[in-house]
Structure formats: structure tokens, C-alpha cells
């Protein structure tokens, strides 16, 4: 019975040192179903409570409040909100320091040795030195001015809402496809230097360049990025890629902003001159700028409550009313290759540029997603238009974008309407006919 007891105390606090983790893991592949909230903490406070009595702990003994603790630190934190790193090395230090202040009346206790060893596993897994600051179990003491989920967690604490805050997405890819922060979808021309955000907090503009020579298909070749300045976070910082430039610093050198050891801003190169992502903890935005071919995409998430903070005069923002419908290239409903009740100008389904006919361009597209959806569709639209191969890995790399920063799963994909009366069945034969029509348009 007590061996049974003892091994059952230990595999409880090692449950309990390893859940955040395994939560946190979870909340980064939304896909893996992680259980309800209420669920797990009653599973954590089962597996430390069901074998209280085997473990006759004496009363001085804290460890199963440092437990508790920790877990209450913790059970907040998601992997995929900018400064988790920071957050859950400081709550790993309290825990470590919660164990170390009640060692002495915990000493041959199996429940103590094992939380000591889970510490120092997770320690070494994050990175996280010993020495820095700790977590406190008042929110109010944990508060970061420079750290938007921190203040806007303890703001939802104050009024009773335990729920995250809402975060936005918006992305640029191809030729060029837009995505705005309402999950519209549109293909524009916006030739020349277009504001994507413009908000108080931060500025996007791209500029788009013709891809083909008599085409009204442009595709972005520099993108600028203006952090504007925050009290106690971080100066004005400014962002600039241009086609074979694509830098791991700000214009002035830098490769972040703010003081101390976790910068309120950074620089993250993922791959050299072709991927890098910028974090900016202070307002809680994300953002990543990839060089496919001779073109740059971009996607970003920020919280909706930052997005929409502008001033009238800074209405004209691509990702929050998207391109004017003069400068819009499809069918009024993102639609690339489903623009329906026109005739093509052609009988046959002639590519608009050599290289690819709808038959090929679809197979090729179909290699890197196999979802037929509006990112397939526009990987297909690319390849008629420009002929460049390219663009398959721009479409399937915003895709990618979408999954690693868009807080919702089921609006990854976005699949075409087919409302204007055109039968289900029918509908491969309206996209070829839509695709070809479309394709004539952009050539004309």
C-alpha cells in the first residue's frame, strides 16, 4: 500500500509540473482538441489530491501549494501569444523557488523530489536560466505595461471575462490576393504604393509592381512596417523589404526595441534573405514577410481592439475595408476563377500566358494543396497569368501563414460560393469557364 501510495503521489506532481506544457503544446495545434479548461484543472487537482491521505504529507510542507501555484500561473498562457517564453520561465523560477523555501520540512518526500526534477526538466526544455524575474500569484503585482496579454489578461480579470483577447488576421500573397482582417478574399491590381494598416500603433504599406508586360496583375516588391513609438515599451522602429533584400534588422541597424532582457520588440530570422518574423509583445502583433521568387507576401495578427483603433482620416486600410472596387480584378466576392454569367471572349481554355494550360496549373497546385479552396484557386489564377512557378509556394506558404497565426480553425480554409444559381455538380465546368474569362480580363 505505501509503495502503491508513493508512486502514486510522485506521477501526480509530475503531472502537475508538466501540464502547462502539454497545454501549451495543445493551444499551438488547435487541432489536437485540447479539453476544456474546467476539465484539466480538475484532472490536476485529482491527481494531487486522490492520494492525500496515503501520502500523510506533514502539515508544514507546502509543495502541494506550490503546486497549486504554479498552476494558477500558468493555466492563462498560450504558446501561440508573443512573450509565452518570458511568462512561463518566470512562473517555472516561483515554482523553484516555492520548493527551495519549503525543502527543509519536505525532505524524503516523493511528491517534493519529483515536482524538483519536473522543474528542472521544463527549465532546460524553455531555455529558462535560473537567475531573472519570478511570477506572483496577485495579478496585479505580474502586471507589464510592455506586454499587451499580460495587462489585457488582468484587465479581463478585473471584470470577471476569462476569455482571450480577440485577434485578427490579415495577409498579402501572389498576384497580389488579399485577405482582410474579415476574412474577406479579393484579387487587385492596386498598382504602386498601397496602405495595408494604418492604425496608432502600426503602419503597413506595400507597394506592387506589373508582373507581365501589358497586364494589369501587379505582385508586391517592397513592403515598409512603421512600429510607431510607445511610452516605456519602445522608440519608433521602422521595417523595410524590398525583392532580394530581405533584412533581419530595422532601417537603423537594430534588431529590437524596448529595454531589459525580454525586448517589448524583436526581429526573428527564420531563413536568411527569405523568412523573417517580427514580435511585438507591447501590442501583442505578430508579423511575417517571406521573399517566394522575385515577390514578397505578408501576414500579420494583432488584436482587434488595436486594429480598429484609428482615426477617420486613415480610413483607406487594404486589410480593414479591403481594395476599392475599381482595383478589384474579381468577381466581387474573391472569387479568382469563378467569375460566372459572363461569356469568355474564347471557345477553347488558352492559358493567357505559356507555360501552363487550367489543366496543368491545377495539377501542379494540387501537389501543394490538396483542399480546393480559395488559395488552391488562386495558386491556379497565378500560374495562367505569369507563368511562374513561383507562386505555388507563395499560395501554399499563405496557407501555412494562416494555420500558424489565424485564432480560428475553421476559418482557415475559405471555399468559393456557388450562389449565383449554378448547380453543385456544375461547378467545375463554371470555374474553367470563369478562369478563362478572368484571365482574358487581367491580360487585356
Partial sequence: MGLRAASSCAAAAAAAASAATARAEQRRRPWLCPPPLALLLLLLLSLGLLHAGDCQQPAQCRIQKCTTDFVSLTSHLNSAIDGFDSEFCKALRAYAGCTQRTSKACRGNLVYHSAVLGISDLMSQRNCSKDGPTSSTNPEVTHDPCNYHSHAGAREHRVGDQNLPSYLFCGLFGDPHLRTFKDHFQTCKVEGAWPLIDNNYLSVQVT????VPGSSATAT??????????????DQKVYQAVTDDLPAAFVDGSTSGGDGDAKSLRIV????????????RYIGTTVFVRQLGRYLTLAIRMPEDLAMSYEESQDLQLCVNGCPLSERIDDGQGQVSAILGHSPPRSSPAPAWPGYTLESANAQCHEKMPVKDIYFQSCVFDLLTTGDANFTAAAHSALEDVEALHPRKERWHIFPSSSRGAPRGSSCVSVSLGLTCLILIVSL
Avoid: D, L, Q, W
Wanted: proline letters at 7%; aromatic letters at 6%.
Fill in 208 to 211: 506592387n509592381v506589373p508582373v
Fill in 221 to 234: 516588391n517592397k513592403i515598409t512596417i512603421i512600429f510607431k513609438a510607445h511610452p516605456e515599451c519602445t
Fill in 269 to 280: 530570422e527564420r531563413e536568411s534573405g527569405r523568412y523573417v518574423e517580427m514580435h511585438a
